[in-house]
């Protein structure tokens, strides 16, 4: 309308509307124009304002306009469709069309003009005319350039055309859209957004589409476009285990593209096809609903509007389903999908729509089908079985309509289900119909007042329809119906207690209609296990009629009933069939053939014999024959032994067995085609075998082919004997064996044997006829026992290069039909020569002791008999040699003509040794012929002879003795011992050993004189006592006591005496009865060095000091040596120290010297300026200062010793340069000596000078510093010149310090402090008398310790415990405290000395550790990590760190790299690259504080590892226990299994949750109780690889357990210990489950007792809850949560497999009844004083059946109390125990109870008997408790049911006193009437009565007959009839 106002405006006009706008954009005017322009949405406002002016400036112009329209003459047309016709960024061409030529426009030229403009409709720049195209002159196509713009701008352009008259110039025309310069696009900013979807409301002018720009990250978004200027982003990916669609972290832009250049660019956004969704799972199915888990594809592609749609399959079904409500919602990425039917596998799959639905995605299957529940019947409406929309359906399967008649359903059985229109059936059963049934109404609102909605939970869940597994006809006139019980998908089980098979038949017309139905009635009395029934003419069936079926499963409960099921097809019944032949006959009896004859049955009959004759059948059946043979000793009955096909049969002839000749079935021989034709030949038979022969009538319809007439007279055939084999020929022929082919000839009547094949050399003559066993020289014979084996490959031993010839007979189990010979054709067959074995070279002859001679030699490569043919794999070509030996011949060189010996002993030798030594038969050094070759097992591939000559070995000495070794055992001596040499040919005499010595006084026996050290002494040179001494450099003697004759083995000795620091020289030699083998010197070259001090025998810690500084140690038996100035030394280490300390010491010795050598030393050493209560340990030993070379060893003392508790100033101040004063306070020494002057004085010095002395400074005297103390003690290094250390005595020592066990801050703000009274060490005590604790806590600060706060509540005075505990609160966050604790006295100069913690950080609360860390792997490099933040804590988020590690290289701890700047604390997940595959790694993850003493713990992960994508392992390693739980890393897995390294160690897998883990998987160890050893991992699949490749789960189940046993009973319960099977498969959570039956109880009795027995490490258990007095027999099973993987149930163990209980006592059993009490008397009521005067409470009621034990608890305090469960009875006495003199007699059993008269019945009993063999109580016997009173019999008249009908009565005459009489008549009865009996043992203790033992059912006397009839008479008679009469 704006354009159309100019149309008719002179240019006055259009000048005024010109100014108007620019005034209404005046404020824009000068503004730069921008490349790129993004627009926050809070612009909308300023742009919509000045729109607004816009329009109104527009409006006052076009009123204007028309005000100018009255000029009159006409101006050219507006210039239309202005486009863009080439883009660039700095330029663009335009083109447009010329409006209407005006005839009153002359035309000049083009004017155009265009200014910037921003994107809300301001000028930021006045209009510039675009120069170029003002040369325009031409009105047509017209098109210029417009330059001088920038890039990525918008642009108004007006154009005008320009007439001669101006006049008439045209109205600007300006273009449709706003024209930009490339790349032509805005931005709109959209900042991070918490929900899925964000709408930008005004793109701010029309565009050609948008597109997401994204700072990061693979985020996918769809747009959608909701008008022209309307977006609305929606973020379309997920992360696995998402269940809702999130938002974005990041900043985004929309970008939008301007229409105007839209044609010179890609569009935004591609239109491709998203990818299709990469996840999609159904599970947790109802009846009629499931859970639908699901995620978009990876890249959304150019789909608009993106959406999903789930649709449904029903297995089998070719259709798919929407699914709608909740799975329509676009953000929920977790729906229900609803409208299923239950019990059916639904199929589903997922697609992304898109606006434009060619884009959709491709289909996403889910993962697995899935089957939903069995539902009730009324669960879903009438129309699913097919009824109209406002039909109910009745129980008796009929429908009628609700609208018209309401209670129509009331004689149907009530209604099944609602009509689709009224779908929903409600709760109350009486609110509709008249009152008698459920109300159908529309919604489930409706219901809100019937009860509800009526739900289908699983006690209402019919049983599953039967499913026909066959319905034919098998017999005439019937059909046989075959099914199995409905079983649903889902493998629930229906409630349905199983009542009979209802089957109906109904005949099926030829049009299809069916006819009614009948129940087949013996069908219903089939078990529910018997699924198969025959319908007959008894159900009124008739043959070759059409029947179909229906059934269902009737239940005790009739609404439980299945629904009917319909036969899947209709049946025919079979005709009746044809008749069997009357007789049959036979004749004409051949060696193949005899005659059979027969007479025909009844002819076609309806109803009878319907068959249409086809033909007559004859069959024969040969029969199996035992033939004896004599090959074994075996009977008739015994198994015929198996035979390979080449058994050689050995044997004297006298040993049988029985060999069976097999028969044949039944085989047809021969058919005739006339009904009248009863004769034909049965043909092609064996000769001399026995036949049975049958007959039949066949016909047109099988099913009415008639019986066989069978006759079972044999038929033998006649007897001939067997052709020989022909056509025998040769194959294969090799070296060592060829293969005898043959064709077997008829073997007429022989009962086929064996082929006996014989081979022989030529030359050899073949073995008599009947020689069976005959052995062949050099040739073969055996027995082949199968006929169809008809070639034989002959064997070793046949030789190579040699003529053989062959031959076959057939032999039979009747010698008189054996074959005769077949025989291979002249020449027969030659086997082939071998290839001989390389000649032998590079002989030598080696020294190899004690052989005399010892060659060597070279073979060449081994042969073997491969004997294959040439050219096959593995054909030998190098050698046939099989090695035999080496062939060594000798011969004596001298002899004139050589003398061959066989070496025997170089045959043994084994091939790869190559060489022989020869032991004996040569002489030593003699020359000897000698040939060699190589012998084999075929002596034609022997190897050529090598011949030479050799020399035996000459004798040898023997070898010097080896590993000499000396040792001074004395001063003086040396103990030498050697090991023997090798004496080869030396025979022994003695050892030889002489010495020399440069020093040797002692070469003479003389020198030793007497021996002892004294006189020694004076002979050894250097000795003080002798100066002087004698050289010598000669060999010795031999040393006598080293010559050990005649025992080569003794070889030591000892050379004594000799002298110290010399040199001295031993040698060694073994000496032969020939000096020629003498062994060689072996020479020993020593130096015995001075003699070191000796260590000394024993040394003891025996003292310490009252001052704590010192310890006392003796030491006994050392000596010096040959150090004469040793002295003692003794050291220190306390407990715990790691260097041992040297002490000043002083000594008491017994010889302070001077020394001589080897002089002894006893003495006591006490160690000074030790600790005080502190353990040493010490060491002793002489020290020698002459040389290190001669100190002692030291002696360690066995036991450490404690110093004593010592004075307070015993020990140090513990801190440098620091006094502590007698206030406790410390000062620095060196600063001021006087510093504790003001502070009571000194009371310890510090480490410096750690000992305070006796001397106090005084005045007047120069100590060196002008501040010292005058007054207070001197500190000293030593404090010898000040008086000694100060006095100390027992009564000065002063209280223990304490010990602190515990000083931490375990809350906010808070220090827990523990601690305690410390003994002594030495358990020596102070003489404090305890008064209280002094505790005390000061803050650590920069400038050192405030002031000491005491903590009176810490006190506790009086108070001296082991343990104390106090809290210290109200501290400061986060400060560093110490806290001191000390022991006061009554006597405060023996108060402790303060004991000081560490610092301790005064805690605020940490964050909590990250949890539910999981780990996905997204390529073979890169893992997603993903956790969840806990407790924040006092924690100020600063950001998470992320580090991993990894394991396979043990490396450091890496930052994640792009986990670095996660400072957003629900910014839980981040990506680590950079990894490897099957490498293994850690992850930690930690929240980071702004203050980082509040730092949460670090949540690090078990090391992992990957396969591939979807496949992880996490490391379990090694664990001593059974169980081991860790996390598996993945919020869902498909399947985990333990990675073994070894071993065939079992594991089950259990998956769990906790608030902390989402999965943990406990790994538990089967096959042993105990852990594992092997480095194990978890190895995990995850849903999503598991869908990609189409895995299963495996499914092997647990094998049974090996043993199960039971063992100790009580009362009540029993032990039981069993082994678990070798395999627990693929068993989730595997426990042992046991169950016990009463032995007898049937499967309906097994129950599950002992929890306990799931706990596989006992191997145990305890089976509580038991019936006393019975016997159980046990199972046990590997039970597993994937229950189909359950093991077999393994029975008891023989031994172990039953046990019996002992018997109870009577109130263990409750009263049978839930409410009733039983009292002593035997009645029962149900009031709580109720049995007071009945003897009180004998047995509790079935609802609280535990008797407690306090008889004074209930019943107003008069009787016991009767309690639910037994913890109950904890405060009520506990439970009522039973002890063995309380169990009463066991009631009796009957053994007859009958009626013989109509009013008596007879009864017989047995008095009861335990079973667990305990003694009856009231037999009277040995064991008994009482003695038998008599028996109490008791009658009462009952129903039929055995309820009685009037009370008990007390038989008379049946009270037997004799324990042992126990049967008797009850007479004076009713005739045929019902009566209870019971049986009772009575005791004389009455409280051991038995229970009353009742008939089971109850007896009924017999009726009285009725009497005879009377006056029989005959009043007429005819030919074959007569009357009767008789008097009654």
């Known amino acids: 309308s704006h354009s159309f106002a100019w149309v008719f405006c002179p240019a006055s006009c259009w000048l005024l509307e010109r100014r108007a706008v620019s005034s209404v954009m005046a404020p824009a005017a000068g503004r730069a124009a921008v490349t790129r322009q993004r627009f926050e949405p809070t612009t909308h406002l300023r742009v919509g304002f000045l729109r607004r002016m816009r329009r109104q400036s527009f409006a006052l112009v076009a009123l204007l306009g028309c005000l100018c329209a009255s000029a009159g003459a006409s101006q050219a047309g507006t210039p239309e469709n202005i486009v863009i016709s080439e883009a660039h960024e700095w330029s663009m061409i335009i083109s447009w069309q010329p409006g209407v030529q005006s005839p009153d426009c002359t035309f000049k030229d083009w004017f155009v003009q265009y200014r910037s403009r921003s994107l809300n409709g301001t000028r930021v720049r006045p209009w510039q005319e675009a120069e170029d195209c003002s040369a325009l002159l031409l009105r047509d196509s017209p098109s210029c350039n417009v330059s001088g713009l920038y890039p990525n701008s918008p642009y108004d352009v007006e154009v005008v055309e320009r007439c001669v008259d101006s006049t008439k110039d045209s109205s600007p025309g300006t273009p449709e859209e706003i024209l930009w310069t490339l790349p032509g696009y805005w931005e709109i900013y959209i900042p991070p957004h918490a929900s899925y979807s964000y709408i930008v409301e005004d793109t701010l002018e029309d565009h050609a589409g948008c597109e997401i720009v994204k700072t990061c990250c693979a985020d996918q978004f769809s747009l959608c476009y909701n008008g022209s200027r309307s977006v609305e982003v929606a973020r379309v990916d997920t992360e696995f285990g998402w269940k809702k669609q999130v938002g974005w972290g990041q900043e985004l832009h929309l970008r939008c593209h301007a229409p105007s250049v839209a044609a010179f660019k890609p569009d935004p956004v591609p239109k491709v096809q998203p990818e299709e969704p990469w996840y999609f799972r159904l599970f947790e199915p109802t009846h009629v609903t499931s859970e639908a888990w699901f995620h978009h594809g990876n890249f959304i592609g150019g789909c608009e509007?993106?959406?999903?749609?789930?649709?449904?399959?029903?297995?089998?079904?070719?259709?798919?389903?929407?699914?709608?409500?909740?799975?329509?919602?676009?953000?929920?990425?977790?729906?229900?999908?609803?409208?299923?039917?239950?019990?059916?596998?639904?199929?589903?799959?997922?697609?992304?729509?898109?606006?434009?639905?060619?884009?959709?995605?491709?289909?996403?299957?889910?993962?697995?089908?899935?089957?939903?529940?069995?539902?009730?019947?009324?669960?879903?409406?009438?129309?699913?079985?097919?009824?109209?929309?406002?039909?109910?359906?009745?129980?008796?399967?009929?429908?009628?309509?609700?609208?018209?008649?309401?209670?129509?359903?009331?004689?149907?059985?009530?209604?099944?289900?609602?009509?689709?229109?009224?779908?929903?059936?409600?709760?109350?059963?009486?609110?509709?119909?008249?009152?008698?049934?459920?109300?159908?109404?529309?919604?489930?609102?409706?219901?809100?007042?019937?009860?509800?909605?009526?739900?289908?939970?699983?006690?209402?869940?019919?049983?599953?329809?039967?499913?026909?597994?066959?319905?034919?006809?098998?017999?005439?006139?019937?059909?046989?119906?075959?099914?199995?019980?409905?079983?649903?998908?889902?493998?629930?089980?229906?409630?349905?207690?199983?009542?009979?098979?209802?089957?109906?038949?109904?005949?099926?017309?030829s049009d299809g209609n069916i006819g009614p139905y009948v129940q087949a009635l013996n069908c219903a009395s089939l078990d529910q296990h018997a699924t198969s029934c025959l319908i007959g003419p008894d159900t009124g069936l008739i043959s070759l009629t059409d029947y179909v079926a229906r059934m269902k499963e009737v239940c005790v409960v009739d609404a439980l009933n299945s629904e009917l099921s319909y036969s899947p097809s209709f049946a025919t019944t079979w005709p009746w069939r044809a008749k069997m032949p009357l007789s049959v006959s036979f004749d004409t009896i051949r060696y193949?053939?005899?005659?059979?004859?027969?007479?025909?049955?009844?002819?076609?009959?309806?109803?009878?014999?319907?068959?249409?004759?086809?033909?007559?059948?004859?069959?024969?059946?040969?029969?199996?024959?035992?033939?004896?043979?004599?090959?074994?000793?075996?009977?008739?009955?015994?198994?015929?032994?198996?035979?390979?096909?080449?058994?050689?049969?050995?044997?004297?002839?006298?040993?049988?067995?029985?060999?069976?000749?097999?028969?044949?079935?039944?085989?047809?021989?021969?058919?005739?085609?006339?009904?009248?034709?009863?004769?034909?030949?049965?043909?092609?038979?064996?000769?001399?075998?026995?036949?049975?022969?049958?007959?039949?009538?066949?016909?047109?319809?099988?099913?009415?082919?008639?019986?066989?007439?069978?006759?079972?007279?044999?038929?033998?055939?006649?007897?001939?004997?067997?052709?020989?084999?022909?056509?025998?020929?040769?194959?294969?022929?090799?070296?060592?064996?060829?293969?005898?082919?043959?064709?077997?000839?008829?073997?007429?009547?022989?009962?086929?044997?064996?082929?006996?094949?014989?081979?022989?050399?030529?030359?050899?003559?073949?073995?008599?006829?009947?020689?069976?066993?005959?052995?062949?020289?050099?040739?073969?014979?055996?027995?082949?026992?199968?006929?169809?084996?008809?070639?034989?490959?002959?064997?070793?031993?046949?030789?190579?290069?040699?003529?053989?010839?062959?031959?076959?007979?057939?032999?039979?189990?009747?010698?008189?039909?054996?074959?005769?010979?077949?025989?291979?054709?002249?020449?027969?067959?030659?086997?082939?020569?071998?290839?001989?074995?390389?000649?032998?070279?590079?002989?030598?002859?080696?020294?190899?002791?004690?052989?005399?001679?010892?060659?060597?030699?070279?073979?060449?490569?081994?042969?073997?008999?491969?004997?294959?043919?040439?050219?096959?794999?593995?054909?030998?070509?190098?050698?046939?040699?099989?090695?035999?030996?080496?062939?060594?011949?000798?011969?004596?060189?001298?002899?004139?003509?050589?003398?061959?010996?066989?070496?025997?002993?170089?045959?043994?030798?084994?091939?790869d040794f190559e060489g022989c030594d020869i032991y004996e038969g040569l002489i030593h050094g003699t020359l000897y012929d000698i040939r060699v070759r190589e012998g084999c097992t075929d002596a034609n591939a022997r190897s050529p002879i090598l011949q030479m000559q050799v020399r035996s070995r000459y004798k040898t000495p023997a070898g010097k003795p080896v590993k000499t070794h000396y040792e001074s055992d004395t001063p003086f001596t040396y103990l030498l011992s050697w090991d023997p040499g090798f004496?080869?040919?030396?025979?022994?005499?003695?050892?030889?050993?002489?010495?020399?010595?440069?020093?040797?006084?002692?070469?003479?026996?003389?020198?030793?004189?007497?021996?002892?050290?004294?006189?020694?002494?004076?002979?050894?040179?250097?000795?003080?006592?002798?100066?002087?001494?004698?050289?010598?450099?000669?060999?010795?003697?031999?040393?006598?006591?080293?010559?050990?004759?005649?025992?080569?083995?003794?070889?030591?000795?000892?050379?004594?005496?000799?002298?110290?620091?010399?040199?001295?020289?031993?040698?060694?030699?073994?000496?032969?009865?020939?000096?020629?083998?003498?062994?060689?010197?072996?020479?020993?070259?020593?130096?015995?060095?001075?003699?070191?001090?000796?260590?000394?025998?024993?040394?003891?810690?025996?003292?310490?000091?009252?001052?704590?500084?010192?310890?006392?140690?003796?030491?006994?038996?050392?000596?010096?040596?040959?150090?004469?100035?040793?002295?003692?030394?003794?050291?220190?280490?306390?407990?715990?120290?790691?260097?041992?300390?040297?002490?000043?010491?002083?000594?008491?010795?017994?010889?302070?010297?001077?020394?001589?050598?080897?002089?002894?030393?006893?003495?006591?050493?006490?160690?000074?300026?030790?600790?005080?209560?502190?353990?040493?340990?010490?060491?002793?030993?002489?020290?020698?200062?002459?040389?290190?070379?001669?100190?002692?060893?030291?002696?360690?003392?066995?036991?450490?010793?404690?110093?004593?508790?010592?004075?307070?100033?015993?020990?140090?101040?513990?801190?440098?340069?620091?006094?502590?004063?007698m206030d406790a306070s410390f000062c620095n020494?060196?600063?001021?000596?006087?510093?504790?002057?003001?502070?009571?004085?000194?009371?310890?010095?510090?480490?410096?000078?750690?000992?305070?002395?006796?001397?106090?400074?005084?005045?007047?005297?120069?100590?060196?510093?002008?501040?010292?103390p005058i007054g207070d003690y001197i500190c000293a290094e030593h404090c010898g010149v000040y008086g000694g250390q100060k006095n100390c005595t027992r009564e000065m020592w002063p209280a223990n310090l304490p010990e602190f066990f515990q000083v931490a801050s375990l809350a906010p703000a808070s220090l827990t402090l523990i601690w305690g009274p410390r003994d002594y060490l030495s358990k020596e005590e102070s003489d404090c008398v305890f008064w209280r604790w002094d505790v005390q806590v000061a803050k650590v600060t920069p400038d050192g310790l405030s002031d000491w706060v005491p903590q009176p509540q810490c006190n506790f005075e009086g108070n001296k415990q082991t343990l104390q505990t106090c809290e210290v609160e109200d501290l400061d966050f986060l400060q560093y405290y110490q806290a001191r604790f000390a022991e006061l006295c009554t006597n405060r100069d023996l108060d402790s000395l303060y004991n000081w913690s560490s610092p301790v950080l005064v805690r605020g609360?940490?964050?909590?550790?990250?949890?539910?860390?999981?780990?996905?792997?997204?390529?073979?490099?890169?893992?997603?990590?993903?956790?969840?933040?806990?407790?924040?804590?006092?924690?100020?988020?600063?950001?998470?760190?992320?580090?991993?590690?990894?394991?396979?290289?043990?490396?450091?701890?890496?930052?994640?790299?792009?986990?670095?700047?996660?400072?957003?604390?629900?910014?839980?997940?981040?990506?680590?690259?950079?990894?490897?595959?099957?490498?293994?790694?850690?992850?930690?993850?930690?929240?980071?504080?702004?203050?980082?003493?509040?730092?949460?713990?670090?949540?690090?992960?078990?090391?992992?590892?990957?396969?591939?994508?979807?496949?992880?392992?996490?490391?379990?390693?090694?664990?001593?226990?059974?169980?081991?739980?860790?996390?598996?890393?993945?919020?869902?897995?498909?399947?985990?299994?333990?990675?073994?390294?070894?071993?065939?160690?079992?594991?089950?897998?259990?998956?769990?949750?906790?608030?902390?883990?989402?999965?943990?998987?406990?790994?538990?160890?089967?096959?042993?109780?105990?852990?594992?050893?092997?480095?194990?991992?978890?190895?995990?699949?995850?849903?999503?690889?598991?869908?990609?490749?189409?895995?299963?789960?495996?499914?092997?189940?647990?094998?049974?357990?090996?043993?199960?046993?039971?063992?100790?009973?009580?009362?009540?319960?029993?032990?039981?210990?069993?082994?678990?099977?070798?395999?627990?498969?693929?068993?989730?959570?595997?426990?042992?489950?046991?169950?016990?039956?009463?032995?007898?109880?049937?499967?309906?009795?097994?129950?599950?007792?002992?929890?306990?027995c799931a706990d596989m490490s006992a191997r145990a258990c305890s089976m509580e809850g038991l019936r006393p007095d019975t016997v159980y027999e046990g199972r046990l099973q590997v039970s597993c949560h994937n229950a189909s993987l359950n093991s077999e149930w393994t029975p008891g163990m023989v031994g172990y497999d039953t046990i019996a209980t002992f018997p109870g006592c009577k109130w263990m059993f409750d009263s049978g009844s839930e409410l009733e009490y039983e009292c002593v008397d035997g009645t029962f009521c149900t009031q709580e004083s109720c049995c007071a005067g009945h003897g009180g409470r004998l047995r509790c009621p079935s609802s609280a059946p535990v008797m407690c034990a306090d008889a004074t608890a209930c019943a107003g305090g008069s009787d016991r109390c009767c309690a639910i469960t037994e913890a109950e009875c904890g405060a009520l006495g506990g439970v009522r125990d039973c002890t063995d003199r309380e169990v009463p007699?066991?009631?009796?059993?009957?053994?007859?109870?009958?009626?013989?008269?109509p009013t008596s019945i007879d009864l017989e009993w047995t008095p009861g008997v335990y079973v667990s063999g305990f003694v009856a109580p009231c037999s009277g016997g040995a064991g008994a408790i009482s003695d038998f009173l008599q028996w109490s019999v008791q009658i009462a008249q009952a129903d039929a049911a055995g309820d009685s009908q009037e009370p008990w009565t007390t038989v008379p005459g049946c009270e037997f006193t004799m324990r042992s009489t126990s049967a008797c008549t009850i007479s004076d009865l009713l005739t045929n009437t019902y009566y209870n009996v019971r049986v009772a043992e009575l005791c004389l203790d009455t409280d051991l009565h038995s229970d009353y033992k009742v008939t089971a059912t109850p007896p009924r006397t017999m009726p009285l007959p009725a009497v005879a009839p009377t006056n029989l008479t005959v009043r007429e008679f005819g030919q074959d009839w007569l009357t009767l009469a008789w008097a009654p």
């Not at 008829?746 to 014989?758: E, S």
């Not at 290069?801 to 039979?812: D, F, K, L, M």
């Not at 390294?1541 to 259990?1550: A, G, K, S, V």
């Not at 849903?1583 to 063992?1607: C, D, H, M, W, Y």
Request: proline content about 6%; hydrophobic content about 30%.
């Open 305 to 509: 509007c993106a959406a999903h749609k789930i649709q449904m399959r029903e297995e089998g079904a070719d259709v798919w389903q929407t699914a709608d409500e909740t799975c329509l919602t676009e953000d929920l990425r977790l729906c229900e999908v609803t409208d299923l039917l239950s019990d059916k596998m639904y199929h589903g799959r997922i697609q992304t729509t898109c606006l434009d639905q060619s884009l959709n995605s491709n289909w996403s299957n889910a993962e697995a089908p899935l089957i939903t529940l069995p539902a009730c019947k009324y669960t879903h409406n009438s129309s699913i079985m097919g009824a109209a929309d406002n039909e109910l359906e009745c129980v008796d399967k009929t429908f009628c309509d609700i609208s018209t008649e309401p209670e129509c359903c009331n004689d149907n059985g009530g209604r099944l289900r609602c009509p689709n229109n009224f779908p929903v059936m409600c709760e109350n059963s009486n609110d509709c119909a008249g009152g008698q049934d459920h109300c159908c109404v529309a919604t489930v609102a409706d219901c809100s007042a019937h009860g509800g909605e009526r739900l289908c939970n699983p006690s209402r869940i019919p049983a599953k329809e039967p499913k026909y597994e066959d319905f034919d006809s098998y017999l005439a006139a019937s059909v046989t119906v075959t099914w199995s019980r409905g079983q649903y998908l889902s493998g629930d089980k229906a409630p349905c207690d199983f009542s009979y098979w209802h089957v109906e038949v109904a005949e099926r017309f």
């Open 1405 to 1652: 609360e940490l964050a909590g550790t990250p949890v539910n860390v999981t780990m996905t792997v997204l390529t073979e490099n890169s893992i997603f990590i993903d956790w969840d933040p806990s407790t924040q804590g006092d924690c100020i988020f600063a950001e998470w760190q992320v580090h991993w590690k990894s394991e396979t290289a043990i490396g450091d701890w890496v930052p994640a790299a792009k986990c670095q700047d996660m400072k957003q604390r629900n910014q839980t997940g981040c990506l680590i690259e950079g990894l490897a595959l099957m490498d293994s790694y850690s992850v930690k993850i930690r929240e980071w504080c702004v203050d980082t003493r509040t730092n949460s713990l670090e949540a690090q992960t078990p090391i992992f590892r990957w396969h591939q994508v979807g496949e992880w392992e996490v490391y379990l390693g090694a664990n001593a226990p059974l169980t081991m739980q860790v996390s598996t890393l993945a919020s869902e897995v498909f399947q985990c299994f333990v990675a073994k390294q070894c071993c065939d160690d079992e594991f089950t897998i259990c998956y769990s949750s906790t608030p902390e883990y989402q999965t943990l998987a406990t790994v538990t160890r089967t096959d042993t109780p105990f852990g594992w050893g092997q480095r194990l991992w978890l190895r995990c699949l995850s849903p999503i690889l598991v869908s990609t490749q189409n895995a299963t789960l495996r499914q092997i189940p647990a094998t049974a357990p090996e043993q199960f046993g039971l063992k100790d009973p009580t009362r009540t319960s029993a032990s039981a210990f069993y082994k678990l099977g070798a395999k627990v498969g693929d068993c989730l959570c595997a426990e042992p489950h046991a169950q016990l039956r009463p032995v007898g109880s049937g499967d309906s009795g097994w129950v599950t007792h002992g929890d306990d």
């Open 1785 to 1797: 007699a066991k009631a009796p059993s009957f053994t007859s109870v009958v009626s013989r008269s």
């Open 1229 to 1268: 020494i060196t600063e001021n000596p006087g510093c504790c002057s003001s502070h009571g004085g000194r009371q310890r010095c510090p480490p410096e000078l750690p000992w305070m002395c006796e001397d106090v400074y005084q005045a007047g005297v120069d100590y060196g510093d002008d501040d010292v």
């Open 592 to 911: 193949d053939s005899f005659t059979a004859h027969w007479v025909p049955g009844q002819s076609w009959t309806r109803h009878e014999q319907e068959c249409d004759f086809r033909q007559w059948e004859v069959s024969v059946k040969m029969l199996e024959r035992l033939a004896l043979s004599n090959w074994h000793d075996t009977s008739q009955d015994d198994p015929v032994p198996e035979r390979t096909p080449y058994d050689v049969a050995f044997g004297d002839g006298n040993n049988f067995y029985w060999w069976p000749e097999e028969g044949t079935d039944w085989y047809k021989v021969c058919t005739t085609d006339s009904r009248t034709d009863n004769s034909c030949v049965a043909h092609s038979l064996d000769s001399d075998r026995d036949y049975y022969v049958r007959v039949r009538e066949r016909c047109l319809d099988v099913h009415a082919d008639g019986p066989y007439h069978e006759l079972y007279t044999e038929i033998r055939t006649v007897a001939i004997p067997a052709d020989p084999p022909e056509n025998l020929t040769t194959t294969d022929v090799r070296k060592y064996q060829y293969e005898l082919v043959w064709d077997p000839g008829d073997r007429r009547a022989c009962v086929f044997l064996a082929w006996q094949v014989m081979t022989k050399p030529v030359g050899v003559d073949w073995p008599p006829e009947d020689s069976d066993n005959a052995t062949i020289e050099g040739g073969d014979h055996f027995f082949i026992y199968a006929r169809n084996t008809t070639s034989a490959v002959m064997q070793l031993p046949l030789g190579s290069n040699t003529q053989y010839g062959a031959r076959v007979r057939e032999r039979c189990t009747n010698p008189t039909y054996d074959g005769d010979w077949g025989y291979l054709y002249y020449p027969g067959v030659t086997t082939h020569m071998p290839v001989q074995a390389d000649e032998i070279f590079n002989v030598s002859v080696v020294w190899n002791w004690p052989s005399l001679l010892s060659i060597r030699f070279t073979a060449g490569p081994e042969g073997w008999i491969s004997d294959l043919p040439v050219g096959a794999p593995d054909y030998n070509s190098h050698s046939d040699c099989v090695y035999a030996g080496w062939y060594i011949e000798l011969s004596d060189a001298s002899l004139p003509s050589p003398n061959w010996i066989l070496q025997p002993e170089c045959l043994a030798v084994d091939r």
């Open 983 to 1221: 004496h080869y040919d030396c025979n022994f005499v003695r050892w030889e050993v002489t010495y020399r010595c440069a020093k040797d006084t002692n070469s003479s026996e003389v020198a030793l004189s007497t021996g002892t050290v004294e006189d020694i002494q004076t002979r050894i040179l250097g000795h003080s006592r002798n100066p002087e001494g004698i050289s010598s450099l000669d060999w010795s003697d031999p040393i006598e006591n080293c010559k050990t004759a005649w025992d080569r083995d003794f070889a030591w000795c000892r050379i004594e005496p000799l002298v110290s620091n010399a040199t001295i020289d031993i040698r060694i030699r073994e000496i032969c009865d020939n000096p020629d083998l003498h062994s060689p010197y072996t020479t020993l070259y020593t130096f015995k060095p001075q003699a070191f001090c000796k260590k000394a025998d024993d040394v003891k810690l025996v003292g310490a000091g009252d001052t704590g500084n010192t310890l006392d140690i003796q030491f006994w038996n050392t000596n010096v040596g040959d150090c004469l100035s040793a002295t003692p030394q003794m050291d220190v280490v306390p407990k715990g120290g790691r260097s041992w300390l040297t002490p000043p010491i002083t000594s008491v010795l017994s010889d302070h010297g001077p020394y001589e050598v080897h002089d002894p030393v006893d003495g006591v050493t006490t160690a000074y300026m030790l600790d005080p209560d502190t353990l040493y340990f010490s060491q002793f030993r002489l020290a020698c200062p002459e040389g290190d070379h001669m100190h002692g060893e030291f002696f360690v003392a066995e036991k450490p010793m404690p110093t004593r508790p010592g004075c307070k100033w015993s020990r140090h101040s513990n801190r440098s340069e620091m006094l502590e004063c």
